[in-house]
């Protein structure tokens, strides 16, 4: 489980193809909860949880598999790429976005970025799937950072992005035209399920 609080930028430092997928090499700051990172434990790359298979101070190794490879924007990731970091939440420590899963339901499209004072409005085109669960003021994760959803439209959702959170994710990297990982607000998800479950009872 994650909260979508971007820890650091990571840099993507090998991929290599395996049986089921890739196998990528992810550099890192070393800071933060990330210096503590083990094998074995689960960290939100772009809004994508992965095993690091392999923890070595200031990186790690994870595998990517086909179906990640296909359903995310990780499939796109070459030596180089940058990413947002965020290791699993532990017990005990604040929740400062929302509950988030690491298991990305779409990929959406950047469709507009447009200043707003200090700050940035970013609307982003999303697939029915993600659409159907915005509404104003309710909350979106988008390459694993927990984002406020400012307005909905036609297919598409706005959010705005704060000088701090450009400073320290990809978010100060965005640009019309790119893919983005989109996860929902799990709440959202259990309510559709419960309200399901009472109009066929």
Do not use: K, W
């Amino acid at each position: 489980m994650f909260t979508g609080i971007i820890e650091a930028r990571g840099r993507v430092v090998s991929a290599e193809a395996t049986d089921s997928g890739r196998r990528v090499r992810i550099q890192h700051p070393g800071q933060g909860r990330l210096q503590e990172v083990r094998a074995g434990d689960s960290i939100a790359v772009n809004g994508v949880c992965l095993t690091a298979c392999v923890a070595e101070t200031g990186s790690f190794d994870a595998d990517l598999s086909d179906t990640t490879l296909e359903l995310t924007t990780l499939g796109g990731l070459e030596v180089g790429n940058d990413v947002n970091l965020e290791p699993a939440l532990r017990v005990g420590e604040p929740l400062g976005g929302h509950l988030v899963s690491g298991h990305v339901d779409a990929v959406g499209t950047i469709a507009s970025l447009e200043p707003e004072g200090d700050c940035c409005r970013m609307e982003v085109e999303a697939p029915p799937e993600v659409h159907r669960y915005l509404v104003p003021r309710g909350s979106v994760c988008v390459d694993g950072i927990s984002l406020t959803v400012t307005g909905v439209g036609a297919g598409r959702f706005g959010v705005t992005l704060v000088p701090h959170t450009r400073a320290v994710s990809l978010a100060g990297d965005y640009r019309a035209g790119r893919r983005v990982n989109l996860e929902v607000d799990m709440l959202a998800r259990y309510l559709e399920r419960l309200l399901e479950e009472r109009s066929e009872t």
